[in-house]
């Protein structure tokens, strides 16, 4: 088992930054992905970026050059910087853990809440 606890979300004016932060502790397989999702209000799950335990990355095209993903493997945290936030970012932002190499290595926290004002 993997546990994921998300902090650093909150209320931030249009055009200012927040950065998230997503700790794992468990079962770590040094072999993964980490990455953060945000839902919307009436909307599904969907990614926003993404990093490997090798330091690749991918971002839906909305986070690209707004927000960057980044990682420290030695404490096994996953970080997000947003800036230049709108609205529209508005969600409940959640880490994910997985692993192609571990059948059903897949984990998620409980989600942050980020709430853009225009």
């Known amino acids: 088992q993997v546990q994921l606890v998300e902090s650093g979300g909150g209320l931030v004016q249009a055009g200012g930054s927040l950065t998230l932060s997503c700790a794992a502790s468990?079962?770590?397989?040094?072999?993964?992905?980490m990455g953060w999702y945000c839902q919307a209000p009436g909307k599904q799950r969907e990614l926003v970026a993404v990093?490997?335990?090798?330091?690749?990355?991918n971002y839906a095209d909305s986070a690209k050059g707004r927000f960057t993903i980044s990682r420290d493997n030695a404490k096994n945290t996953v970080y997000l910087q947003m800036n230049s936030l709108k609205p529209e970012d508005t969600a409940v932002y959640y880490c994910?853990?997985?692993?192609?190499?571990?059948?059903?290595?897949?984990?998620w926290g409980r989600g942050t809440q980020v709430t853009v004002s225009s």
């Open positions: 468990g079962s770590i397989f040094s072999r993964n992905a």
């Open positions: 994910n853990v997985y692993s192609d190499y571990v059948e059903g290595y897949d984990y």
């Open positions: 990093i490997t335990s090798g330091g690749s990355t």
